[in-house]
């Protein structure tokens, strides 16, 4: 049997990559690959009607679409270890302990003022 071997990083693409190896590997659809293809945001050439994207094409269009964080910061990387504090979206880290002690204070002061509604 002849299977296909679908791509899911960027340097097991072929050096001449279809869109739907692309589309596996940035997970999106063909179409979506070509159409950044005939806009020209994805280098590549065009054989017999096909569109052939290079892996250099690739890794260029992904550098022009990186968007760096507002504040400067760098964005965090999970290291899949259990961890004690988490980050918020503001790029301040807070321990995991008062966020839930907060929640348990906030659900706390609700409680009353809902068994009056009844």
């Known amino acids: 049997m002849n299977e296909t071997v679908v791509p899911s990083r960027i340097a097991d ?3 001449l990559a279809t869109p739907s190896e692309v589309a596996s590997v940035l997970r ?8 950044e293809c005939r806009v020209g945001r994805i280098a590549y050439t065009r054989i017999a009607g096909r569109y052939l994207i290079s892996r250099e094409a690739v890794y260029d269009y992904l550098k022009e679409r990186t968007v760096p ?6 964005a965090p990387t999970l290291t899949g ?6 980050g918020r979206f503001d790029g301040s880290i ?14 706390a002061k609700l409680r009353p003022s809902s068994r009056n509604i009844s």
């Open 13 to 15: 693409l072929p050096d």
């Open 28 to 35: 999106c659809r063909a179409r979506t690959v070509q159409n």
């Open 69 to 74: 964080c507002q504040n400067g910061t760098k």
């Open 81 to 86: 270890g259990k961890t004690e504090k988490s």
């Open 94 to 107: 807070v321990a995991v302990d008062a966020r839930v002690q907060r929640a348990l204070q906030t659900a």
